[in-house]
């Protein structure tokens, strides 16, 4: 028997069919949660939802839909009632997108499509999350996982609106944790750096090559690296960790 540290919990994890989202949700039901997985890629959460069935005794559900939307965010919970017959302990945003270009070639569409689904998504998904919590008379302690990125801090060329939108999850992340914290609701923040995902497979191998030389681990991460710093931030062994922001770079700086 494996390691129980989310034994009983369950997990809302959005981004949950490909990349880290995915990592994420395996470990997280690898360590005892109940998973629901909310992605738009409805084949890909419903094959590792039946995985997960089959490797896993906890209960795990899934739910396609885009995170973006207000109307999808806020019913999600609703359906969410239904499935697990009870309010979620752990909520991890992990839904994102790329639509990079150079500043002058990018258009407005680019720039707007990414802070939607970057942040605002996290915005609703966070806002309907404790709305849903506190519609059954009071809020209860909770941790909540935004997955932001190194280049939220650092920017990169060719990233401006991901750049933003990332740093806009790092300011999000910290002002939730300080009006939430009183309430046993904590918020914290992952910044991964370069991890092997479907977003940096298509990044050119002579610009990937140059970025693996800056960093001192002199490779990219994978992304159950980034689930198990989710893990920890998730768990009750954070439990005094709020308003944090944890990197996930291999020692690539800002």
Request: aromatic share 6%; glycine share 10%; net charge neutral.
């Amino acid at each position: 028997m494996g390691s129980t540290r989310l034994l009983g919990k369950y997990a809302i994890v959005t981004g949950a069919g490909s990349g880290i989202g995915h990592a994420i949700c395996r470990i997280f039901a690898s360590e005892g949660a109940s998973v629901l997985l909310v992605d738009r890629n409805e084949p890909k959460i419903n094959e590792l939802s039946q995985k997960l069935d089959k490797q896993h005794e906890n209960d795990h559900h899934c739910i396609a839909g885009d995170v973006s939307n207000s109307g999808f965010a806020s019913s999600l919970f609703e359906k969410s009632q239904t499935l697990f017959e009870r309010k979620g302990d752990i909520l991890v945003n992990c839904a994102g997108i790329t639509r990079d270009s150079l500043l002058l070639n990018m258009s407005e569409k680019q720039f707007d499509d990414v802070i939607q689904v970057n942040l605002k998504s996290i915005f609703l998904m966070t806002q309907a999350y404790i709305s849903d919590m506190k519609s059954s008379g009071e809020l209860k302690p909770a941790s909540i996982v935004n997955i932001s990125s190194i280049v939220g801090k650092g920017g990169n060329v060719g990233q401006a609106n991901y750049a933003a939108s990332k740093a806009g999850v790092i300011g999000f992340t910290k002002s939730v944790g300080i009006e939430m914290g009183r309430f046993g609701i904590r918020c914290n923040a992952v910044l991964p750096g370069f991890i092997q995902t479907p977003m940096t497979q298509v990044v050119p191998e002579k610009v990937l090559n140059q970025m693996i030389h800056l960093i001192p681990a002199k490779r990219m991460g994978n992304p159950e690296e980034v689930a198990k710093a989710c893990l920890f931030l998730a768990s009750d062994e954070s439990s005094y960790v709020n308003c944090s922001c944890l990197e996930v770079t291999g020692g690539l700086m800002a």
